[in-house]
Protein backbone atom coordinates (compact mmCIF):
# COMPACT_ATOMS: atom_id res chain seq x y z
CA UNK A 1 0.00 0.00 0.00
CA UNK A 2 2.90 2.16 0.51
CA UNK A 3 3.20 4.96 -2.31
CA UNK A 4 -0.15 5.59 -2.30
CA UNK A 5 -1.19 9.45 -2.13
CA UNK A 6 -2.50 11.03 1.31
CA UNK A 7 -6.10 11.42 1.26
CA UNK A 8 -7.88 13.86 2.86
CA UNK A 9 -11.80 13.76 3.03
CA UNK A 10 -13.96 16.76 5.21
CA UNK A 11 -16.79 14.87 6.77
CA UNK A 12 -18.70 17.29 8.09
CA UNK A 13 -18.56 21.63 7.18
CA UNK A 14 -20.81 23.44 9.45
CA UNK A 15 -20.15 25.12 12.49
CA UNK A 16 -20.38 22.80 15.68
CA UNK A 17 -24.32 22.63 16.21
CA UNK A 18 -24.27 20.99 12.64
CA UNK A 19 -27.55 21.69 10.36
CA UNK A 20 -30.42 21.80 11.07
CA UNK A 21 -29.46 23.09 14.70
CA UNK A 22 -31.17 21.74 17.56
CA UNK A 23 -34.07 24.14 18.42
CA UNK A 24 -34.00 26.64 15.13
CA UNK A 25 -37.73 26.79 14.09
CA UNK A 26 -36.17 29.43 11.67
CA UNK A 27 -36.85 28.81 7.35
CA UNK A 28 -33.23 27.88 7.40
CA UNK A 29 -33.39 24.45 9.19
CA UNK A 30 -37.18 24.02 8.80
CA UNK A 31 -36.69 23.33 5.30
CA UNK A 32 -34.16 20.53 5.48
CA UNK A 33 -35.27 19.19 9.14
CA UNK A 34 -36.24 15.16 8.21
CA UNK A 35 -34.14 14.83 5.10
CA UNK A 36 -30.98 13.68 6.16
CA UNK A 37 -29.31 13.89 2.33
CA UNK A 38 -29.66 17.83 3.38
CA UNK A 39 -28.49 17.90 6.54
CA UNK A 40 -24.57 18.38 7.24
CA UNK A 41 -22.48 17.44 9.95
CA UNK A 42 -19.94 19.45 12.14
CA UNK A 43 -16.17 20.07 10.33
CA UNK A 44 -14.05 16.90 10.88
CA UNK A 45 -11.58 15.50 8.41
CA UNK A 46 -10.58 11.67 7.90
CA UNK A 47 -7.15 11.29 6.70
CA UNK A 48 -5.38 8.52 4.83
CA UNK A 49 -2.12 7.94 5.00
CA UNK A 50 -0.08 6.64 2.20
CA UNK A 51 -0.09 3.49 3.89
CA UNK A 52 -3.69 3.04 4.39
CA UNK A 53 -4.08 3.35 7.98
CA UNK A 54 -6.57 6.31 9.03
CA UNK A 55 -5.98 9.72 10.95
CA UNK A 56 -9.17 11.78 12.11
CA UNK A 57 -8.75 15.33 12.80
CA UNK A 58 -11.84 16.25 15.54
CA UNK A 59 -13.83 13.92 17.33
CA UNK A 60 -17.21 15.01 16.61
CA UNK A 61 -20.13 13.86 18.45
CA UNK A 62 -21.20 12.44 14.62
CA UNK A 63 -18.29 10.30 14.40
CA UNK A 64 -20.54 7.13 13.78
CA UNK A 65 -22.29 9.00 10.27
CA UNK A 66 -18.92 10.39 9.46
CA UNK A 67 -17.23 6.62 9.59
CA UNK A 68 -20.52 5.82 7.11
CA UNK A 69 -19.80 8.77 5.01
CA UNK A 70 -16.14 7.99 4.62
CA UNK A 71 -16.84 4.36 4.33
CA UNK A 72 -19.14 5.17 1.41
CA UNK A 73 -16.28 6.43 -0.54
CA UNK A 74 -13.80 4.04 -0.12
CA UNK A 75 -13.02 1.07 2.21
CA UNK A 76 -11.78 3.09 5.44
CA UNK A 77 -9.85 1.03 7.85
CA UNK A 78 -11.01 1.15 11.63
CA UNK A 79 -10.76 2.30 14.35
CA UNK A 80 -8.05 5.12 13.06
CA UNK A 81 -4.98 5.01 14.87
CA UNK A 82 -4.85 9.19 16.13
CA UNK A 83 -7.02 11.77 16.35
CA UNK A 84 -5.64 15.81 16.61
CA UNK A 85 -7.65 17.87 18.02
CA UNK A 86 -7.58 22.15 17.15
CA UNK A 87 -9.68 23.20 20.29
CA UNK A 88 -11.90 22.04 23.08
CA UNK A 89 -15.44 23.50 21.93
CA UNK A 90 -18.28 21.54 21.72
CA UNK A 91 -18.60 20.08 18.35
CA UNK A 92 -14.70 19.42 17.83
CA UNK A 93 -14.64 17.15 20.52
CA UNK A 94 -17.74 15.76 21.98
CA UNK A 95 -17.05 12.26 19.97
CA UNK A 96 -13.85 11.81 22.09
CA UNK A 97 -16.23 9.33 24.85
CA UNK A 98 -17.69 7.32 21.88
CA UNK A 99 -13.44 5.83 22.02
CA UNK A 100 -14.27 4.66 25.70
CA UNK A 101 -15.47 1.51 27.20
CA UNK A 102 -19.05 2.59 26.77
CA UNK A 103 -18.89 2.46 22.75
CA UNK A 104 -15.92 1.19 20.61
CA UNK A 105 -13.89 -0.05 23.68
CA UNK A 106 -10.37 0.76 22.27
CA UNK A 107 -6.60 0.75 23.72
CA UNK A 108 -3.84 3.12 23.17
CA UNK A 109 -5.29 5.75 20.65
CA UNK A 110 -2.95 8.20 19.84
CA UNK A 111 -4.56 11.97 20.72
CA UNK A 112 -2.77 15.01 19.48
CA UNK A 113 -3.37 17.92 21.11
CA UNK A 114 -1.80 21.20 22.46
CA UNK A 115 -0.30 21.54 26.09
CA UNK A 116 -3.07 23.66 26.94
CA UNK A 117 -5.98 21.11 25.96
CA UNK A 118 -3.94 18.31 27.64
CA UNK A 119 -4.13 20.04 31.19
CA UNK A 120 -8.40 20.15 30.34
CA UNK A 121 -8.35 16.98 29.61
CA UNK A 122 -6.64 15.27 32.31
CA UNK A 123 -8.76 18.10 34.69
CA UNK A 124 -12.19 16.42 33.12
CA UNK A 125 -13.07 13.69 35.38
CA UNK A 126 -15.37 11.94 31.63
CA UNK A 127 -11.71 12.65 30.14
CA UNK A 128 -9.17 11.91 32.52
CA UNK A 129 -10.51 8.02 33.14
CA UNK A 130 -10.28 7.16 29.37
CA UNK A 131 -6.68 8.01 30.01
CA UNK A 132 -6.22 6.52 33.24
CA UNK A 133 -7.95 3.40 31.43
CA UNK A 134 -5.38 3.20 28.42
CA UNK A 135 -7.96 4.49 26.17
CA UNK A 136 -6.49 7.50 24.80
CA UNK A 137 -2.82 8.24 24.90
CA UNK A 138 -1.90 11.88 25.00
CA UNK A 139 0.86 13.11 22.81
CA UNK A 140 1.91 17.59 22.85
CA UNK A 141 2.70 18.86 20.00
CA UNK A 142 4.94 21.77 19.73
CA UNK A 143 3.23 24.59 17.69
CA UNK A 144 5.20 25.22 14.54
CA UNK A 145 6.99 22.08 14.67
CA UNK A 146 5.76 18.83 12.23
CA UNK A 147 4.93 15.68 13.27
CA UNK A 148 3.68 12.26 11.78
CA UNK A 149 0.76 10.84 13.25
CA UNK A 150 1.78 7.43 12.53
CA UNK A 151 5.71 6.22 11.08
CA UNK A 152 5.21 5.84 7.34
CA UNK A 153 1.66 7.75 6.72
CA UNK A 154 3.53 9.97 4.49
CA UNK A 155 2.37 13.11 5.60
CA UNK A 156 2.95 15.13 8.70
CA UNK A 157 0.73 17.80 10.85
CA UNK A 158 1.91 21.17 12.25
CA UNK A 159 -0.32 23.18 14.41
CA UNK A 160 -0.18 26.71 14.59
CA UNK A 161 -1.21 28.76 17.54
CA UNK A 162 -4.50 30.68 16.24
CA UNK A 163 -6.43 32.90 18.56
CA UNK A 164 -10.23 32.15 19.04
CA UNK A 165 -12.46 32.60 22.44
CA UNK A 166 -9.99 30.46 25.04
CA UNK A 167 -12.11 29.70 28.25
CA UNK A 168 -11.39 26.06 27.75
CA UNK A 169 -8.29 26.10 26.10
CA UNK A 170 -6.21 27.44 23.23
CA UNK A 171 -6.95 27.11 19.49
CA UNK A 172 -5.03 26.20 16.38
CA UNK A 173 -5.42 25.97 13.06
CA UNK A 174 -3.55 23.03 11.59
CA UNK A 175 -1.18 22.09 8.51
CA UNK A 176 -1.21 19.34 6.44
CA UNK A 177 1.50 18.42 4.39
CA UNK A 178 2.02 15.15 1.91
CA UNK A 179 4.68 14.44 -0.68
CA UNK A 180 2.82 16.83 -3.57
CA UNK A 181 0.92 19.24 -1.42
CA UNK A 182 -0.19 20.75 1.75
CA UNK A 183 -3.55 22.36 3.58
CA UNK A 184 -4.63 23.99 6.15
CA UNK A 185 -7.52 23.25 8.21
CA UNK A 186 -8.55 26.51 9.84
CA UNK A 187 -12.10 26.04 11.41
CA UNK A 188 -12.22 28.54 13.90
CA UNK A 189 -10.35 32.78 14.43
CA UNK A 190 -12.00 35.38 16.19
CA UNK A 191 -10.39 38.15 13.64
CA UNK A 192 -7.89 38.18 10.80
CA UNK A 193 -6.27 41.13 12.70
CA UNK A 194 -5.17 38.49 15.41
CA UNK A 195 -4.77 35.57 13.28
CA UNK A 196 -1.75 37.59 10.77
CA UNK A 197 -0.24 39.75 12.75
CA UNK A 198 1.88 41.32 10.06
CA UNK A 199 0.53 43.63 7.64
CA UNK A 200 0.52 41.45 5.09
CA UNK A 201 -2.79 39.83 3.01
CA UNK A 202 -4.27 36.81 3.73
CA UNK A 203 -2.71 35.23 -0.03
CA UNK A 204 0.73 35.92 1.27
CA UNK A 205 0.21 34.75 4.87
CA UNK A 206 -1.16 30.98 3.13
CA UNK A 207 2.24 31.70 0.47
CA UNK A 208 4.83 31.60 3.36
CA UNK A 209 3.49 28.51 4.82
CA UNK A 210 3.41 27.23 1.43
CA UNK A 211 -0.35 26.25 1.42
CA UNK A 212 -1.92 25.04 -1.93
CA UNK A 213 -5.44 23.88 -0.06
CA UNK A 214 -6.78 26.44 2.66
CA UNK A 215 -10.17 25.69 4.34
CA UNK A 216 -11.22 28.36 6.63
CA UNK A 217 -13.44 30.06 8.92
CA UNK A 218 -16.36 30.43 6.88
CA UNK A 219 -19.14 30.58 9.92
CA UNK A 220 -21.08 33.61 9.09
CA UNK A 221 -22.15 35.11 5.76
CA UNK A 222 -22.53 38.45 7.08
CA UNK A 223 -23.52 39.98 10.94
CA UNK A 224 -26.95 40.20 9.58
CA UNK A 225 -27.80 36.73 10.00
CA UNK A 226 -26.53 36.82 13.87
CA UNK A 227 -27.95 39.03 16.43
CA UNK A 228 -26.32 41.96 17.83
CA UNK A 229 -25.31 39.54 21.43
CA UNK A 230 -23.65 36.91 19.38
CA UNK A 231 -21.51 39.47 17.73
CA UNK A 232 -19.51 40.03 20.78
CA UNK A 233 -19.66 36.44 22.34
CA UNK A 234 -19.05 34.66 19.63
CA UNK A 235 -16.98 36.69 17.24
CA UNK A 236 -15.50 35.12 13.58
CA UNK A 237 -14.74 37.38 10.61
CA UNK A 238 -17.82 37.08 8.50
CA UNK A 239 -16.71 35.67 5.02
CA UNK A 240 -17.56 39.50 3.46
CA UNK A 241 -15.08 40.71 4.95
CA UNK A 242 -12.66 37.77 4.16
CA UNK A 243 -13.91 37.74 0.41
CA UNK A 244 -13.01 41.76 0.30
CA UNK A 245 -9.51 41.33 2.25
CA UNK A 246 -9.20 38.59 -0.75
CA UNK A 247 -10.59 40.44 -3.64
CA UNK A 248 -10.67 37.93 -6.78
CA UNK A 249 -8.53 34.41 -7.21
CA UNK A 250 -5.74 35.37 -9.49
CA UNK A 251 -3.05 33.00 -11.29
CA UNK A 252 -0.96 31.18 -8.69
CA UNK A 253 -3.01 31.73 -6.06
CA UNK A 254 -4.01 29.20 -3.34
CA UNK A 255 -6.99 27.21 -3.15
CA UNK A 256 -9.49 28.51 -0.67
CA UNK A 257 -12.67 26.78 0.50
CA UNK A 258 -14.90 28.04 3.48
CA UNK A 259 -16.15 25.78 5.83
CA UNK A 260 -17.79 25.50 9.58
CA UNK A 261 -21.07 27.16 8.42
CA UNK A 262 -22.97 28.15 10.68
CA UNK A 263 -26.98 26.68 10.16
CA UNK A 264 -27.79 30.89 9.31
CA UNK A 265 -25.25 30.87 6.49
CA UNK A 266 -26.37 31.10 2.78
CA UNK A 267 -23.58 29.57 1.72
CA UNK A 268 -24.68 25.86 2.30
CA UNK A 269 -26.98 26.17 -0.32
CA UNK A 270 -24.96 25.91 -3.65
CA UNK A 271 -27.49 28.24 -5.37
CA UNK A 272 -28.11 31.36 -3.09
CA UNK A 273 -26.95 34.58 -4.60
CA UNK A 274 -24.33 34.66 -1.67
CA UNK A 275 -22.26 31.20 -2.84
CA UNK A 276 -23.07 32.33 -6.56
CA UNK A 277 -20.88 35.65 -5.85
CA UNK A 278 -18.32 33.94 -3.90
CA UNK A 279 -17.63 31.31 -6.73
CA UNK A 280 -17.46 33.83 -9.20
CA UNK A 281 -14.66 35.37 -7.36
CA UNK A 282 -13.13 31.95 -8.05
CA UNK A 283 -12.99 30.80 -4.27
CA UNK A 284 -14.82 27.65 -3.26
CA UNK A 285 -17.17 26.54 -0.76
CA UNK A 286 -16.09 23.22 1.05
CA UNK A 287 -18.49 20.43 0.92
CA UNK A 288 -19.37 17.55 3.00
CA UNK A 289 -17.69 14.08 1.32
CA UNK A 290 -14.93 16.33 -0.52
CA UNK A 291 -11.60 14.81 -1.39
CA UNK A 292 -8.38 16.54 -1.24
CA UNK A 293 -5.03 14.83 -2.63
CA UNK A 294 -1.77 15.79 -1.09
ZN1 LIG B 1 -16.18 25.37 15.97
ZN1 LIG C 1 -31.54 27.39 11.50
ZN1 LIG D 1 -14.53 27.20 18.47
Redesign the pocket.
Known sequence: MTGQSVEVTLLGNTQDGG???VG?L?D??MKVRGNVSLSRMPVSLGLKGADGLTHMVEASRMMSQQFDLWNSLGAVSWPPSSFTLTHAHLGHIDGLGLLGREVMGLRGVRVHCSDSMSRLLRKTPSWNIMIEQGVIDLDIWIPGVPFEPSVGCGFTITAIPIPHRSELSDNHALIIRGKSKSLLFMPDQDSWEETIIEDIGIVEWLNRMDIDIALIDGTFWDYDEISSRDITEIPHPPVTETLDRLGAKKNGDPDIEFTHFN??NPLLEMNSVQSKKLLSMGWGISEQGGVYRL
Open positions: YPQCKCCHT
